[in-house]
């Protein structure tokens, strides 16, 4: 199983500030990159999908994909004190349509 | 909005055992899964399952696990004999394609075995 990594944080930002968060893969073939949000204790949350090179953006969130650095990373703008959380990059492999999921970055956003 | 539904949220069970996590997917859904998460640790896959078959599965998913979709919207995971270090959160999910669609999981079964 190729890897998915991610800083662990905690990434701490002050409310309405711009919180950035990064994910890299090892698999050259993945095609659908995603990301999702664990508050605790709770089950993962879909938040954002992308394929293409480039940035997508939904609201506050903007998931953004460099497949020549095989790089992911997600922008919250104007981060709210409820955005805390534990986010998780998640990239499909192989046949089964399985999502290899990073081990998460906390974030915390301070009022 | 859709969802998927698991029961039983907690269940305690007492090593070598057996335990069936259920779970209800979104209805139009194709695909199921189930994944496990250990308490501070990653999201682990462990089956996919389409068609009424098993497309792939994990190390983790050795001869003590199995699933089985015996209706047309139960999908459940059997652990035959549980370890202590079967307890963790299992998650079910349920996605419509392959590919570009992401899952929805449900809220999670906390498997205790002692």
């Known amino acids: 199983q190729k890897e998915v990594e991610q800083n662990s944080g905690p990434l701490s930002v002050p409310e309405g500030a711009i919180a950035s968060l990064n994910c890299t893969y090892s698999d050259r073939g993945s095609q659908s990159f995603f990301w999702y949000r664990q508050y605790s204790g709770k089950s993962p949350e879909l938040i954002m999908s992308i394929y293409s090179n480039g940035d997508k953006e939904d609201g506050r969130f903007t998931a953004q994909l460099n497949k020549a650095s095989q790089y992911v990373s997600l922008l919250i703008r104007d981060s709210q004190p409820s955005d805390s959380a534990t986010y998780l990059c998640?990239?499909?492999?192989?046949?089964?349509?399985?999502?290899?999921f990073g081990a998460g970055t906390i974030l915390r956003v301070k009022s | 909005e859709p969802e998927v539904t698991q029961t039983p949220s907690h269940q305690v069970t007492q090593m070598g055992q057996e335990v069936i996590l259920r779970c209800v997917p979104i209805?139009?859904?194709?695909?199921f899964y189930w994944y496990r998460q250990i308490l501070g640790q990653k999201v682990e896959f462990l089956v996919s399952?389409?068609?009424?078959?098993?497309?792939?599965k994990s190390e983790i998913f050795d001869d003590q696990f199995s699933v089985e979709r015996p209706d047309g919207s139960n999908f459940t995971l059997k652990i035959r004999s549980t370890k202590l270090e079967d307890s963790a959160m299992y998650f079910c999910?349920?996605?419509?394609?392959?590919?570009?669609?992401?899952?929805?999981f449900g809220s999670g079964t906390r498997l205790t075995v002692v």
């Open positions: 209805s139009n859904h194709l695909y």
């Open positions: 999910a349920s996605s419509a394609g392959q590919g570009d669609y992401g899952y929805t």
């Open positions: 998640a990239v499909n492999q192989g046949y089964g349509n399985k999502l290899v």
């Open positions: 399952f389409y068609n009424n078959e098993i497309s792939e």
